[in-house]
């Protein structure tokens, strides 16, 4: 099951290499979301996995698509109701 075995070893030890396990990413540069497994090695780089793109390296272009990279877009839902938790009884801080 692992697909890393056919590759050669500048592959393997490419710094931009997609994790393993692989994971959901996402490409700066076609802003596409798809499992890192999809990548490819072709012509010395890792290439994002979306046909056509010329994004490349896992780090460089294409990151967790769950990471902080993404984080400002992905979360608009802020679970913040707007209430601190102050529940400052004023008539009772003497005791
Ligand atoms: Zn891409």
Do not use: N
Not at 4 to 33: G, I, S
Not at 39 to 49: A, E, H, P, S, T
Request: hydrophobic share 30%; charged share 35%; with cysteine.
């Amino acid at each position: 099951m692992d697909d890393y075995e056919d590759l050669p070893h500048e592959a393997l030890d490419d710094p931009f290499k997609p994790p393993h396990p692989p994971r959901k990413v996402r490409c700066l540069h076609c802003d596409q979301t798809y499992m890192s497994s999809l990548m490819k090695w072709q012509g010395g780089l890792w290439r994002c996995g979306i046909p056509g793109c010329d994004g490349a390296g896992y780090g460089f272009d294409v990151f967790d698509a769950d990471g902080h990279m993404f984080a400002e877009e992905d979360e608009e839902e802020f679970d913040f109701d707007g209430e601190f938790d102050l529940d400052i009884d004023l008539e009772s801080t003497e005791e």
